[in-house]
Nanobody, 124 residues
Framework: VQLQASGGGRVQPGGSLRLACAAS????????ITWFRQAPGNEREFVAA????????RYADSVKGRFTISRDYTKNAVYLQMNSLKPEDTAVYYC??????????????????WGQGTLVTVSS
């Protein structure tokens, strides 16, 4: 499976962006799809995850209530709607997939495939 992340850009604090993660060469069926982010000088960190089939969803505390992860079966895509963006949300955002157990979704080494990353800059 190849993943393509898109939708990044520059936005002012308080603004919104929607990131997309599209799969090619396969589908998301059976996978957990997760967004991670990495700010300059920082470790890559978990942002949000969603099981492709089923209702499981999880968010990092830092984005809870502001970000929403969703899926579109017809487009074979996963989205990350980001509202009320803050300067500290500035990072390269990556989508990735895994078949690991739900309790392990924060473990980066559990992920099989990664998108190339899309840069989000929140600045006035």
């Amino acid at each position: 499976v190849q993943l393509q992340a898109s939708g990044g850009g520059r936005v002012q604090p308080g603004g919104s962006l929607r990131l997309a993660c599209a799969a090619s060469g396969g589908t998301f069926s059976g996978y957990i799809i997760t967004w991670f982010r990495q700010a300059p000088g920082n470790e890559r960190e978990f942002v949000a995850a969603k099981r492709w089939s089923g209702g499981n969803t999880r968010y990092a505390d830092s984005v809870k209530g502001r970000f929403t992860i969703s899926r579109d079966y017809t487009k074979n895509a996963v989205y990350l709607q980001m509202n009320s963006l803050k300067p500290e949300d500035t990072a390269v955002y990556y989508c990735a997939v895994t078949r690991t157990v739900w309790g392990n979704i924060g473990t980066i080494s559990a992920y099989y495939y990664w998108g190339q990353g899309t840069l989000v800059t929140v600045s006035s």
